[in-house]
Each structure stands twice: as structure tokens, then as C-alpha cells.
């Protein structure tokens, strides 16, 4: 495996989190972005770093919500979507960024073909889980693939 490629499939991993899918513009845009300027280790690090810290505060937010007493379980519900789906486009442009530097490797003969699809699957998978831990509060299923 390369190291890009381990690196791609560590930040997925260590994040422990997922996208169901991503919308098509933003797929888009990453990969003009990568066509323009190819991404490096550097790149996915730095904004791994800020993705996490944003995963935090999200995680801190949905905590706070499911902890006030003072709320129902509908409005504990209702505000944790909210929270949900103001983060998912960076979500979103994170799996994204990931996608297209995978993308990138498979171009470049970093990662075969073959095994791309593969790798983008667990890549989506991995960041799909974010909503229902966010929601459970339960980030055993997370942590059990390294977040």
C-alpha cells in the first residue's frame, strides 16, 4: 500500500466517520480542485485537523442537546437534525476532498484501479455513521475503527 494511500485510508479511519453519499457538485469541485493543483499529504492533514475539530464541536453541540433536561425528546430531536444538517456540507466537502485524493492516487498508479471502488465505499461508509452516533450518542461503533 502506498503512502498516500495509508494515508487516505488513516484519516478515514482514525476519523471514524461517513457521508452517505456525496452530492455530485461537490464531487465536482474537488476534482477540478485536484486537476488544478494536485493535493498532497500536507493538504489532506491540514484539513483533517480542521474537520476533526469541527466534528468536535458538533459532537460537544448534539451532547449539550441531548443533555438539557429543560427539552423534549421531540425538540432534543428536531435541534440535533438541525445541528446535523448545518454540518453535512462539511461533511460533505470533507469526503470530498478525501474522494478526490483517492481519485488522485488511482491516476497517478499510487492505489490500482481495481481497488478504488472498494476504498471509496469504505470511505463512505466510515463517514456515513456520523448522524446516528452524533444522534445515540454512542461512538463505540466509531472508535471501534480507530476515532
Given amino acids: ?4 494511500l ?6 478515514a479511519a482514525a476519523l471514524g466517520l ?5 452530492p455530485a457538485s461537490a464531487a465536482a469541485v474537488a476534482a477540478v ?4 493543483d494536485p493535493l498532497t499529504e500536507a493538504d489532506i492533514e491540514a484539513r483533517a485537523e ?5 466534528m468536535e464541536a458538533l459532537g460537544e453541540q448534539v451532547g449539550a442537546i441531548r443533555a438539557d433536561a ?9 435541534r440535533i437534525d438541525a445541528a446535523l444538517a448545518a454540518a453535512q456540507p462539511e ?3 470533507f469526503v470530498g476532498l478525501i474522494e478526490a485524493f483517492i481519485r488522485q492516487e488511482v491516476d497517478a498508479g499510487n ?12 470511505v463512505r461508509a466510515q463517514f456515513a455513521q456520523i448522524p446516528a452516533a452524533m444522534r445515540s450518542g454512542d461512538f463505540s461503533g466509531l472508535a471501534a475503527m480507530g476515532g
Fill in 1 to 4: 500500500m502506498s503512502r498516500n
Fill in 6 to 11: 495509508a494515508l487516505a485510508a488513516a484519516v
Fill in 18 to 22: 461517513t457521508a452517505v453519499a456525496l
Fill in 33 to 36: 480542485a485536484v486537476a488544478q
Fill in 50 to 54: 480542521t474537520f476533526g475539530a469541527a
Fill in 70 to 78: 429543560s427539552l423534549s425528546d421531540a425538540d432534543k430531536s428536531a
Fill in 91 to 93: 461533511i460533505d466537502s
Fill in 111 to 122: 492505489i490500482p484501479a481495481d481497488q478504488a471502488d472498494g476504498i471509496l465505499e469504505m
